[in-house]
């Protein structure tokens, strides 16, 4: 079988620059996970003590797991549904096409919640800058915001903009847009980590997060809710690092940029929670994980700064928002961008109508959900089923369809250390079998990730 890309009636043109590349990957991969419950289970589960299986975990999937995800869109050319297309072809057997719908569906299912969760961000920098926020209780103004159809203007605008992104250019446009956002957000956080340090009462919170509890390293959920939180946080979802993948360079080292797309992910989430958890216990909340964290105790957080500072709160409120909205944004673009690929593809429709059908899709359905318990219930559907399954089939693809020979040259583009045999030993039978058990696990407690 030749290592040519799939002859693609559509060109979305490659990344221009490995920053580029690394920026966009680690757009997608930081998310609202990273903010909402990676802090949190970090306190749960034995402070430090819980970040070494997780940097572990981090190490393992972020080295065969995203490399495989690069190298398998970057041979391609094309999303999950071309790809695994190929990987069935080059072993003279059909079906591919269909298995690889099923990740493309995690992603559109993951998109039509996420805009509904961006949007709620969208609402609270307007709260935040016009004082609303701050005029009720934040259980008052969640409640608002989350009741059915309450947010349809901020859910319809987070939309818009990510069509806009999308709509004009593929590659160049989601590489532009992330050499801004994601230095922002990085920046906006240190910003709030080293204001919170100086608050009386910070430590208790850098306590929660940094003491090593040991015990819990002897507890089997540390070390499940740990490699879910890896495994998710890296964004490996068996089609969007694939389509990413297809519009890399190939000039560029692979594993190099998967673990440099690993690390900053890592960082986002650790900053995140020196931002967060110092301040929450500076006031004495509770720094529960999910949506109440982020649009409940964190709105509080910012009112008791500003009751003591005047426009204090407001201002870390903003600061806050802005950050959180562009870790989503940039999240909600690779989502988009994989469905779009495909309608591309298969419908041989030109790129703004594509992304326009994709974009309305999102929308229609999600105006539904946007009850917040109806988009929990959608969000754990996509999440505990759909999306760890998709990610289990882009593994075996890689791994166990992939002729091996077309892969290593493929990982070995733009490398000149030639790629141990430890690595495929590793991928192949630990991070597959790792991948299965994050389903199964899933389905047990409810959601690891």
């Not at 690394?22 to 998310?31: D, F, K, N, R």
């Not at 926020?133 to 947010?151: A, H, I, K, V």
């Not at 440099?260 to 020196?274: P, Q, R």
Request: a positive charge.
């Amino acid at each position: 079988m030749s290592t040519q890309k799939t002859q693609n009636t559509v060109s979305n043109g490659v990344f221009s620059s490995k920053l580029g590349f690394i920026l966009a990957s680690v757009g997608s991969a930081v998310g609202i996970g990273n903010i909402w419950m990676f802090p949190y289970r970090v306190g749960q589960y034995g402070g430090a003590a819980f970040l070494i299986p997780y940097f572990l975990f981090v190490i393992l999937f972020g080295f065969v797991g995203l490399s495989g995800e690069f190298a398998f869109g970057r041979l391609t050319g094309t999303g999950p549904i071309g790809s695994y297309d190929y990987a069935m072809k080059s072993k003279k057997k059909k079906g591919g096409s269909i298995l690889g719908a099923f990740p493309l569906f995690g992603s559109l299912g993951i998109a039509i919640g996420y805009a509904i969760i961006v949007g709620w961000v969208l609402r609270s920098i307007f709260g935040s800058i016009s004082g609303t926020l701050f005029e009720q209780e934040s259980e008052t103004f969640f409640t608002q915001m989350t009741g059915p159809f309450g947010s349809m203007p901020w859910h319809i605008t987070v939309i818009i903009i990510t069509f806009l992104i999308l709509a004009f250019g593929a590659a160049s446009n989601i590489e532009k847009v992330n050499k801004i956002m994601m230095p922002t957000f990085f920046i906006l956080f240190l910003i709030i980590a080293i204001s919170v340090a100086f608050m009386p009462g910070a430590s208790k919170g850098y306590e929660y997060l940094l003491v090593f509890q040991w015990e819990y390293l002897l507890k089997p959920e540390t070390w499940i809710m740990a490699m879910g939180q890896a495994f998710f946080s890296l964004s490996i979802t068996g089609s969007g690092m694939i389509i990413y993948g297809s519009y890399l360079s190939k000039k560029e080292n692979i594993i190099y940029s998967s673990g440099m797309t690993a690390l900053l992910d890592t960082c986002a989430a650790l900053v995140s929670g020196f931002a967060i958890i110092p301040a929450v216990f500076v006031f004495g909340l509770n720094p529960q994980a999910g949506p109440p964290l982020m649009f409940i105790t964190l709105p509080k957080v910012f009112s008791q700064m500003d009751a003591q500072v005047p426009y204090l709160g407001r201002i870390f409120a903003i600061l806050f928002f802005i950050s959180v909205f562009f870790a989503g944004i940039t999240s909600l673009v690779n989502m988009f961008e994989v469905c779009s690929e495909a309608v591309q593809q298969k419908l041989k429709l030109n790129r703004t109508f594509s992304v326009a059908l994709v974009a309305g899709i999102v929308l229609l359905v999600g105006l539904f959900i946007e009850y917040e318990p109806f988009m929990s219930k959608w969000m754990d559907i996509i999440t505990i089923y759909i999306v760890p399954i998709g990610a289990v089939l882009g593994a075996i693809m890689i791994y166990w369809v992939l002729d091996r020979k077309i892969l290593n040259q493929e990982l070995q583009q733009g490398r000149n250390k030639p790629i141990s045999k430890l690595f495929y030993i590793t991928a192949k039978y630990i991070y597959v079998f790792l991948a299965i058990i994050i389903v199964i696990l899933g389905i047990v407690y409810g959601g690891i990730g």
